[in-house]
Structure formats: structure tokens, C-alpha cells
């Protein structure tokens, strides 16, 4: 009988689907890029590092050619607006899941030092909070799965005033992630906090976002590209500081969202799935002849993909970055904290080594290799590569948590995104890695860091007007049929092909 009707309806749904039973399609935000610019004029974040950051141009006139200053009110108001946001997502596309971040300053605008209990709750702001629960209400009303990062990018200025640092960081008081001791206990009792009052609706969540592109742009080489606050050049001291600090409070936030995260609200056997969500990118030498392209490519790769990714999945931590792990064996405060690995995949950067660069896999970070890096290629196999080398590293699920192009000039480029990346992820499945998951990058257009509004990421276009317009591109009706079909039909691939 089974076979007579598979045969009767030409064999729909009767073979293995492209994609893992329960799969999740989806899409991301992040706060500081999507919440404010609000319709009513009244939701703009102003408790943060990063909108410090970008409201500050007459007191960062050394970076005014690397930040825009744009006004945080053009951003998409999905702080007002994310109803709407939801139901075009279920409604027009189909998604079961949407990527979003809590914002730590939002819960905690004052400084937590020394609270624990009913006094730490005291300062939490609960207008925040609810808007948070009904955020979440509003996803399970759609039958949407949250999945929550707990720290992307932005720290309360309490803990981190990225201006004074940026000025003069021997002297600036709160110095984020350089105070080791203080920010891993605060981000803890915060991540505990947000996990024991949100555990109920959130199983899925990532405790940071991409912490060594806090690193780099951050206390190395900030650049157009992305400056991160304190946006510092060649501190290599502090960077391989700051590295440290987030790989032990990627450990602690873990517990403590394990020891508050209580609900198993999917019902699916298990109260919470943490992870970490990082932006792997592979690398490849300019020349495969040339020794000092190969050597530079294996130098990138540990140092920007594999050097924190140990530290953090296996407990096996390279603090001084020198190529030559402090020990071999798992640091059991750090180790088996890692349920998930989130990842982010933009672009395959090609290396170009010079006559002066070291022939060693890694150089002390202080003596950089002298490198050409050729960024930004388009290389959709890139994604499967990274899903493989995960699979085969740390043998741990996946979930493809950003992936997306600007729009400009046109709109279909993020349709061919779209197609051409879901379809290596597809055949990395299909060759062994646990992947769970696709979030596209990004919902809608979104303020994007130091670039404001300039890139255009989203699904749909916002317009900047007092409505806040949303427009779907094509790559809307795109990934529904995807999604209704669980699979890429041979048109779209023969209209975009992945090779």
C-alpha cells in the first residue's frame, strides 16, 4: 500500500529528505543592529559601548574615515516592529526559527558589582524584560523557535567605555574584556539571569557572537571593514589578553545557563543547547607552490579559526598565540562545554606570504607574518569546507547560524546566496556533518556596525521612512519554496550554480 501511494503522487515525500527531520530554517538579528529607529521615537539603547561608539564622531576624528556615525534612528525599529517581523517570516516564507540577541545593556543599564539575588533583580530593567518575554510569545504564537545569543558584541558602558579606551587605555577606568576577573563574573551572573527568567521559552541559545572579530578589529587591525571599540592597532598584548577572558567566559556563561535554564520548553528531552557562534573562515595560499603562501594560509587559519576553537570545544587553550598549546591535555574548567558550534560564513581569504615572512606554522603574534589577504570572494563551497572541518575537528553539531551578501547593486545576489550556500550545506550532510540548522543573515536590512545602513543584508528592504517599509527581495519567495519543498529544485540550481 505504502509504495502504491508514493507511486500515486509521483513520489512525494516518499524518499530521504534533503534536510534533517526538524531542521531549522531561519533567519538572524542582533539587537544594536535591528531594535532601534522605532516608529514612536523611543527605543534606542543608549547603555551600550557600541552606541557610545557610533554617537561619539567628535571624540573619534582619528576613525572618522573607518565609522559612518550614522544615526542609530534609521535603523529598522524591530524593537516596535517585530510583530510584524515575525509574521512575514511564518507567513511569507515559512521560517521555524528566528536567530536574536538580548542585549546586555538593556537588562542591565547600572552596574551589577557585587549583587547577587533579589538585589541583582532590583536593577534589572523589567520594561526591557517584558518586551523580551513578549518577543518570545510572539514566536511561540507562530510556532517559531528562538534562538537567543546572549553576548553579540555590545557591552553595558559600565563594564566597557570604548571612547576613554580608545583615547587612552592606561588610564580609562572600565576596560571591557581587559578586566578579566570583574567581566567574566559579571557576564556569568547576567547570562544566569537571563537564563533562569527566559528558560521557559528558550532552549536554543549561543552565549557570544563571533569573539575573535572582537579581537581583531578590536585591539589588532581595525579597518573599513569593521572597527570594534576601543578600535586599537598592534596591542598585541591585550588581544591575546582579551582572547583568554572570552574563552573562560564562553565556560562559565555555559554553566551558568545549565545551572538556570531548568524548562525544557520544546519538550524535547532537554532543558537547553549551548554554544558558542563563530565565524570560520577558510583559507587558501595564493600560490600552492609557494612556501611562504602556504605557510602564511596555515598561519591564518590557526590563528583567526583554530586557536580559540580548541580553546573553547576541546579546553586546550594557546594563551600566548605562539602555535604551541600551553598543554595538551583538556583544561577540565574549560573542556566539554559545548553542545552545539553556531557558525558564520561570509568568504575564503587568500594569502600571500613575502620574502620576510616565517616558515613555521606560527610566528609569536607579536612578529605578524607579513601577509596579503584577499577578502570578500565569493566561495559558496566555503561553507561546506568549514561544516567538514567541524565535523571532522570536534565531532559536534552544527548549526549554520549567518550567511548573506549585500544587496547593492541588485537583489538578486542574495538569491544566489541563498541557493548556492543552502546547497553545499545540503551536501555537507549529505557527507556526514551534523548540521541542524540555516539562519540567513539577516531578517531584514540592519544597522550594520561601523557601516550604518550603507550594506543591505536583508530579506527584505527597509525603507527610511516613519513606517520603517519593509519589502521583500526575491530571495523571499525563493526560500519558502525551499522550505516547503525541504529541498533545492534542479531550476534554481541550474539558474544559480553552487560550483
Not at 293 to 321: C, E, P, Q, R, W
Not at 401 to 420: F, K, M, N, Q
Amino acid at each position: 500500500m505504502r509504495l502504491v501511494l508514493c507511486l500515486g503522487v509521483l513520489l512525494v515525500g516518499c524518499g530521504p529528505k534533503a534536510f534533517p527531520e526538524k531542521f531549522y530554517f531561519g533567519a538572524s538579528t542582533a539587537g544594536f543592529q535591528v531594535d532601534p529607529g522605532c516608529p514612536s521615537g523611543n527605543c534606542t539603547d543608549t547603555k551600550s559601548d557600541w552606541y557610545q561608539w557610533v554617537t561619539s564622531e567628535a571624540e573619534l576624528q582619528d576613525l572618522k574615515d573607518l565609522i559612518t556615525f550614522e544615526p542609530l534612528e534609521n535603523a529598522p525599529g524591530f524593537w516596535e516592529l517585530y510583530p510584524q517581523d515575525f509574521d512575514r517570516a511564518k507567513n511569507d516564507m515559512g521560517l521555524n526559527s528566528i536567530r536574536l540577541s538580548i542585549e546586555w545593556s538593556r537588562i542591565f543599564p547600572t552596574a551589577t558589582d557585587g549583587l547577587e539575588g533579589d538585589a541583582l533583580a532590583a536593577v534589572a530593567d523589567q520594561a526591557n524584560i517584558a518586551t523580551y518575554h513578549a518577543q518570545f510569545a510572539a514566536l511561540k504564537a507562530r510556532g517559531m523557535t528562538p534562538l537567543v545569543t546572549i553576548h553579540h558584541y555590545t557591552l553595558p558602558l559600565w563594564i566597557h567605555d570604548g571612547v576613554a579606551c580608545h583615547k587612552d587605555l592606561a588610564t580609562c577606568t572600565n576596560r571591557g574584556w581587559l578586566d578579566r576577573a570583574r567581566i567574566v563574573r559579571e557576564i556569568a551572573k547576567y547570562s544566569g539571569f537571563v537564563a533562569k527568567e527566559f528558560g521557559g521559552e528558550i532552549d536554543l541559545w549561543a552565549t557570544q557572537n563571533e569573539p575573535f572579530a572582537v579581537v581583531l578589529p578590536g585591539y589588532l587591525l581595525p579597518s573599513k571593514d569593521r572597527v570594534n571599540p576601543p578600535g586599537l592597532s598592534y596591542k598585541f598584548a591585550e588581544a591575546k589578553a582579551v582572547m583568554n577572558a572570552m574563552i573562560e567566559a564562553h565556560a562559565r556563561m555555559y554553566d551558568a545557563v545549565k545551572a538556570n535554564d531548568l524548562v525544557d520548553a520544546d519538550k524535547d528531552g532537554k532543558a537547553s543547547m549551548v554554544g558558542l557562534v563563530y565565524p570560520i573562515a577558510p583559507t587558501r595560499p595564493k600560490d600552492p607552490a609557494n612556501r611562504l603562501d602556504v605557510s602564511g594560509a596555515d598561519h591564518l587559519f590557526y590563528l583567526y579559526n583554530t586557536a580559540f576553537l580548541d580553546g573553547v570545544v576541546k579546553g586546550i587553550v594557546d594563551a600566548d598565540l605562539n602555535g604551541k598549546p600551553d598543554t595538551t591535555e583538556p583544561d577540565p574548567q574549560l573542556a566539554g562545554r559545548m553542545d552545539y558550534l553556531g557558525l558564520n560564513y561570509y568568504t575564503r581569504i587568500t594569502v600571500r606570504g613575502t620574502e620576510t615572512a616565517s616558515f613555521s606554522l606560527l610566528s609569536s603574534i607579536s612578529n605578524f607574518d607579513p601577509l596579503t589577504l584577499e577578502l570578500w570572494e565569493d566561495y559558496p563551497k566555503g561553507i561546506y569546507d568549514i561544516q567538514i572541518f567541524v565535523k571532522d575537528r570536534y565531532a559536534i553539531p552544527i548549526i549554520i547560524t549567518e550567511t548573506g551578501t549585500d544587496a547593492t547593486p541588485g537583489d538578486e545576489r542574495i538569491e544566489s546566496w541563498l541557493v548556492r550556500h543552502l546547497e553545499w550545506t545540503k551536501r555537507a550532510i549529505k557527507d556526514g556533518a551534523d548540521t541542524r540548522g540555516f539562519f540567513y543573515w539577516s531578517l531584514t536590512d540592519n544597522y550594520e556596525w561601523n557601516h550604518g545602513m550603507g550594506m543591505k543584508f536583508g530579506l527584505y528592504a527597509v525603507a527610511n521612512d516613519a513606517a520603517k517599509t519593509r519589502t521583500a527581495r526575491s530571495a523571499v519567495a525563493t526560500y519558502a519554496e525551499i522550505i516547503k519543498k525541504q529541498d533545492i529544485s534542479s531550476e534554481l540550481l541550474e539558474k544559480f550554480p553552487p560550483e
